[in-house]
């Protein structure tokens, strides 16, 4: 069982669109941390948000954290090709330095 | 400044036998963390180190075993290899800034077992 739940867990959609990823759970984090995979390569650290309530904006992608510290939300606008890959949530608690990933949404745009 | 490196890339062994994966953290990180990657099961922890401590384990056999040297390197060891053992390794360095947690990934050793 995910600690983190992560919805859809597939998403294709066509050059332009906006797309939203849910991560939520029933456990409160000090931190949740957003990740972009491509195949055959390790995830790469997009953002990590601290406070409840925090938004954090990368370019075209906009990362919101829950008000309890429970969800994230990631919203990209104007999709991409190079949008493409696998998304992965994860949280860390703040009296143990692991972190839990979601099960991870792939995302696909198509040109 | 270099990222996390692991050797080997890719890797194909024979049930039963044992292998062992190597870690260079980024430099000045501490803390190095497992991780093992799967299409059915994602992307479960293996265990973490800090100054050549296990601090965190996660819900592996006994033959899956790390360490950690002096220099932050470190080293994931699974004896008697199993078909099930197939999957993605991967490292993963971090540091500690104020109010988060952050983990930095290496590419991966690919490990098939046959």
């Known amino acids: 069982t995910q600690l983190l739940e992560q919805s859809p867990q597939f998403l294709s959609i066509q050059e332009g669109e906006n797309l939203t990823v849910y991560c939520n759970s029933s456990?409160?984090?000090?931190?949740l941390q957003w990740y972009r995979q491509e195949p055959g390569e390790g995830p790469v650290l997009l953002v990590t948000?601290?406070?409840?309530?925090e938004v954090k904006k990368l370019k075209r992608l906009t990362f919101q954290f829950g008000d309890a510290r429970k969800d994230s939300s990631l919203h990209i606008t104007a999709a991409q090709p190079g949008d493409t890959g696998l998304y992965l949530c994860a949280g860390a608690s703040s009296n143990d330095y692991k972190l839990s990933f979601g099960a991870g949404t792939t995302v696909t745009v198509r040109a | 400044k270099a990222g996390v490196t692991q050797t080997p890339r890719y890797l194909i062994k024979t049930r039963g036998q044992q292998v062992t994966l190597s870690c260079s953290p980024i430099?000045?990180?501490?803390?190095v963390s497992w991780y093992q990657q799967t299409p059915g099961q994602g992307l479960q922890f293996l265990f973490e180190y800090f100054s050549e401590t296990q601090r965190n384990k996660g819900n592996f056999p006994g033959r899956f075993s790390g360490r950690q040297f002096s220099n932050s390197r470190s080293e994931m060891n699974v004896s008697t290899l199993e078909l099930g053992d197939s999957a993605l390794y991967l490292c993963?360095?971090?540091?500690?800034?104020?109010?988060?947690?952050?983990?930095?990934f290496g590419p991966g050793t690919r490990l098939t077992v046959t």
């Open positions: 456990s409160v984090f000090s931190s």
């Open positions: 948000v601290v406070t409840g309530g």
């Open positions: 430099s000045g990180h501490r803390s």
């Open positions: 993963a360095s971090s540091f500690y800034p104020t109010g988060g947690y952050e983990q930095y």
